[in-house]
């Protein structure tokens, strides 16, 4: 009766999960946290083999664009499918997994896992171009999980290889993600089940190649029409150490070109300083990673497995290699410590102190991404709601679409405005480094300069002082103003 009552209880606070969850993104209309998925959309638009040239967010979004649709409504659908599919396999996994265990262990692996399920779902927030990769990456480990150690199902288990290799598509250290789990699979059959590397070789290896396939595919394809570049890197590592001295992101177009990021050598760069941005990123990481670093050292204390020390040490590795973009990295090594404190279940029961700390610490950074997700999908709800309500009616009015649109605000979406969101014109951000905007220079376009993306009428900005800087130019006016934006009216006569 008890195991009947957790399983339940289980199912029903997923389902209420879910049911919030789906109900903040209507009520926002999916109104993304982040504004990469938007210029990642940009360049999955774009004509020709630039579509496919998507910096470190890879390939992924353009084959998803080609397969299914270039809507944002689309992806997010496809993304709340992924969502509602690992609380299914979750589910089903506990189910079989607790089988023949005892009520109090099962009681310990429900809970655990509920937590630990409720976060990973929480860690991107609704950045729909993490949630992606992160849902993609989740659901590949729970089918292998279910395949190839539960069911014992070949089907199964090579959904969640494909599922892995795919994810790897949408973001590049994701390929580091799959061979951190690769390694520790290996680890985990050789230290937990005992088997025998050399003997088991033939299988560890087609397992490791399927799970790859997607991204040497992917790869060879990106070679054959020359469109396999890294654009992003050197200005991102000179970002890391001298972003103070980059000014106005307005301006990061001709920053970007700039002699100083162009010839930047990390190898110049003083070691101090190296070492002072090094141990800054480090204590930041560890201020948001400590619950589950706590999660991996209790379970080593009632388990004294190895594996469980040589999943923490997969874990610093990962968060070391990614540390300059942590913040966002750190998602999909969430699952080594998930395995690990499930791992110790038996252990737990026995003893409900480290049981209740593992709980305590947990529950508390569930806690604070709960707070971090209401928090953005409260203010972009009034966002929204500006726009649709103020924004969205004069549009219409006036027969204006995206691309008569400058916006000075990256995050600007709506789906209430006619038109294409790929032609609405603004700064761009890193956007600016894409090989196929080598001839747009915002300063220029929003002053009237004739461009193929967009036909500037209004300017759209959140900043006061902005609004005042281009008031002082030739046909610009104020159109009116709403809780958050600057409406700004142009008329050029005669295009640049």
Not at 12 to 33: N, R
Request: with cysteine; aromatic share 18%; net charge positive.
């Amino acid at each position: 009766m008890i195991n009947l009552e957790i399983s339940k209880l289980f199912n029903t606070t997923l389902v209420f999960f879910l049911l919030i969850f789906f109900g903040s993104l209507i009520i926002i209309d999916g109104y993304p946290h982040n504004n990469d998925i938007l210029y990642i959309f940009k360049i999955s638009s774009l004509e020709g083999n630039f579509k496919f040239i998507n910096g470190l967010y890879g390939p992924g979004y353009t084959y998803f664009t080609l397969i299914f649709s270039d809507s944002l409504n689309v992806f997010i659908t496809f993304i709340c499918f992924l969502i509602t599919l690992s609380s299914l396999l979750i589910s089903l996994l506990i189910k079989s997994f607790t089988i023949n265990s005892l009520v109090s262990e099962k009681n310990t692996i429900y809970l655990v896992s509920l937590i630990f399920h409720l976060i990973i779902l929480l860690s991107a927030g609704f950045n729909p171009s993490e949630n992606i990769f992160l849902m993609l990456f989740y659901n590949g480990t729970l089918f292998f999980i279910l395949g190839y150690y539960i069911q014992k199902n070949f089907i199964l288990y090579i959904i969640g290889l494909f599922l892995l290799g795919c994810s790897t598509l949408f973001r590049q250290h994701g390929v580091l993600a799959l061979f951190i789990l690769y390694v520790y699979y290996l680890f985990f059959e050789i230290y937990y089940h005992k088997q025998k590397f050399l003997i088991n070789f033939k299988k560890y290896f087609i397992i490791g190649l399927i799970s790859v396939l997607p991204i040497i595919i992917s790869t060879i394809h990106l070679i054959s029409i020359d469109a396999f570049r890294m654009w992003q890197t050197s200005w991102r590592l000179h970002m890391i150490f001298f972003v103070d001295l980059w000014g106005d992101w307005r301006d990061i177009k001709y920053l970007i070109n700039s002699e100083k990021i162009l010839e930047f050598n990390l190898l110049k760069v003083e070691p101090l300083q190296i070492w002072i941005e090094f141990r800054n990123l480090s204590l930041h990481a560890l201020k948001i990673l400590y619950p589950f670093i706590i999660s991996f050292l209790i379970a080593y204390t009632v388990t004294k497995e190895k594996i469980v020390l040589l999943s923490l040490g997969l874990f610093f590795v990962f968060v070391i290699l990614v540390l300059p973009g942590f913040h966002k990295g750190y998602f999909p090594i969430i699952i080594l410590s998930f395995i690990s404190t499930i791992l110790a279940y038996k252990h737990f029961t026995g003893k409900k102190f480290f049981l209740s700390m593992v709980i305590i610490f947990l529950f508390g950074h569930l806690v604070y991404l709960s707070e971090r997700y209401f928090e953005n999908t409260k203010k972009y709800y009034l966002i929204n709601k500006d726009i649709k309500n103020n924004i969205a009616p004069y549009l219409d009015k006036n027969n204006l679409e995206f691309k008569n649109i400058f916006s000075d605000d990256l995050n600007f979406y709506s789906t209430k405005i006619r038109g294409n969101i790929d032609n609405l014109c603004n700064w761009g951000g890193w956007f600016m480094m894409h090989p196929f905007l080598n001839d747009y220079h915002p300063r220029k376009v929003i002053l009237g300069e004739k461009n193929d993306f967009c036909d500037i009428k209004i300017i759209l900005t959140k900043d006061e002082e902005f609004a005042k800087e281009y008031l002082k130019k030739e046909n610009i006016s104020l159109e009116f103003k709403t809780d958050y934006y600057h409406i700004l009216k142009v008329n050029h006569s005669n295009q640049l």
